[in-house]
T-cell receptor
Framework: SQTIHQWPATLVQPVGSPLSLECTVE??????LYWYRQAAGRGLQLLFYSVGIGQISSEVPQNLSASRPQDRQFILSSKKLLLSDSGFYLC????????????FGQGTRLTVV | KNEVEQSPQNLTAQEGEFITINCSYS?????LHWLQQHPGGGIVSLFMLSSGKKKHGRLIATINIQEKHSSLHITASHPRDSAVYICAGITQGGSEKLVFGKGTKLTVNP
């Protein structure tokens, strides 16, 4: 069966420090991968999506970047965190074959202090 | 622009009541997810709908393609149903990105 792992679950980082959140998927190949963010009191917003290794599309200009070094690995990074980067980050995947179920990681609650 | 509008924003019910949450979406969305987010933040997909109706236990989801409207119903609501319910539209054309409604916070009191 397919599973998605996202870590860490919580993270407190100082302003200006780097960030690396990792997401891996098991039990499927060539998934579409997504990073979403939920800021306090707001809905979920798509940050990045990837349809294949090395293929990253960004939805909103921001202080973050994403990479997909392997088929089932998706990494969200920042070189220098801002206070406004605080929020709840979710990784998700869906099959690469039209509208299908989406599966979400457990999320990472990031607090930038 | 792909948009998803969800109502109500907050909903309080007594245990046993029938619950309805509504979602309207714009052109460019080919299907919908109904998601459940618990206080810890984790999200579970309840349904994915592109037409008709789906039922799972006490949950029922319907979608009307012509009216671009979907509803999530909970029958015989229970306090453990308390959560945020999110409607998310799947955009057409390739990458199946999700566009989220702002969520409905449901509180079911015993």
């Amino acid at each position: 069966s397919q599973t998605i792992h996202q870590w860490p679950a919580t993270l407190v980082q100082p302003v200006g420090s780097p960030l690396s959140l990792e997401c891996t998927v098991e039990g499927t190949s060539n998934p579409n991968l997504y990073w979403y963010r939920q800021a306090a009191g707001r809905g979920l917003q798509l940050l990045f999506y990837s349809v294949g290794i090395g293929q990253i599309s960004s939805e909103v200009p921001q202080n973050l970047s994403a990479s997909r070094p392997q088929d089932r690995q998706f990494i969200l990074s920042s070189k220098k965190l801002l206070l406004s980067d605080s929020g709840f980050y979710l990784c998700a995947w869906s099959a690469n074959r039209g509208p299908t179920e989406a599966f979400f990681g457990q999320g990472t609650r990031l607090t930038v202090v | 622009k792909n948009e998803v509008e969800q109502s109500p924003q907050n909903l309080t019910a007594q245990e046993g009541e029938f619950i309805t949450i509504n979602c309207s979406y714009s052109v460019g969305i080919s299907a919908l997810h109904w998601l459940q987010q618990h206080p810890g933040g984790g999200i579970v997909s309840l349904f994915m709908l592109s037409s008709g109706k789906k039922k799972h236990g006490r949950l029922i989801a319907t979608i009307n393609i012509q009216e671009k409207h979907s509803s999530l119903h909970i029958t015989a609501s229970h306090p453990r149903d308390s959560a945020v319910y999110i409607c998310a539209g799947i955009t057409q054309g390739g990458s199946e990105k999700l566009v989220f409604g702002k969520g409905t916070k449901l509180t079911v009191n015993p």
